[in-house]
């Protein structure tokens, strides 16, 4: 079996080793609830996963986005691990689960799965890490204009289904500065927004709107 971590697709064998099995969930899915305990990562090959943190006090906001080449749960390479946030799914997700320890298991004697995972968790880190800069930052435009590049590219799509309320979740923002915001980048014909959707119309525009934090 193969797997993808990052750009490194990986032939495991025996694919048991890693108790690997194919999943798919729908729009909404948890793969993940904050508080639990990782014992599984999700490796997608369809889809978009946002990793939402709930503080104790205060509302909710994105800290991560994960599609096709990406690892939900990867917070468990290196030992046992609880999750801080939920991992839910935005669209209907399809891919391969991984047993964490059994992936800890085999990565202690298989140099390639040790590269790939822990070149992705660098990238991660940086990106959770840019991320704060940006919330800082970056005004709500910029940063709708910098989430949907990396959605439609995650996605290899020009179309990403998702609601206003989602979008306002994944930047922890009131839904009315979403709608604001996607009503600039529509006024200067980046995007086209419809019910529960969003097209990409120029990504160039899109991107000379964007903060460009998403070029890691
Ligand atoms: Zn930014």
Known sequence: MNIRIGPATIEVSPARALDAEQFECCEGSALIAAGANIERMFLPHKGLVAILERPPVGAVAGAGLVGAGGVVGYAAVLGPAVASGDSIALSAVS??????????????????????????????????????????????????????????????????????????????????????????????????????????????????????????
Request: aromatic residues 4%; contains cysteine; glycine residues 8%.
């Open 95 to 216: 891919g391969v689960s991984i047993s964490a320890a059994g992936f800890r298991r085999e990565a202690g004697h298989d140099q390639r799965l040790w590269s790939a995972m822990g070149a992705y968790a660098t990238r991660r880190i940086a990106s959770t890490e840019r991320l704060c800069a940006c919330v800082a930052l970056h005004s709500v435009e910029q940063r709708l204009a910098r989430w949907l590049l990396q959605a439609s590219d995650l996605l290899g799509a020009d179309r990403i289904d998702i609601t206003h309320r989602r979008l306002a979740d994944v930047h922890g923002v009131r839904r009315a500065s979403v709608t604001t915001g996607l009503h600039m980048l529509e006024g200067e014909r980046a995007i086209v927004c419809q019910h529960r959707r969003i097209t990409v119309r120029d990504k160039r525009k899109l991107a000379a709107l964007s903060c460009g934090c998403e070029a890691m």
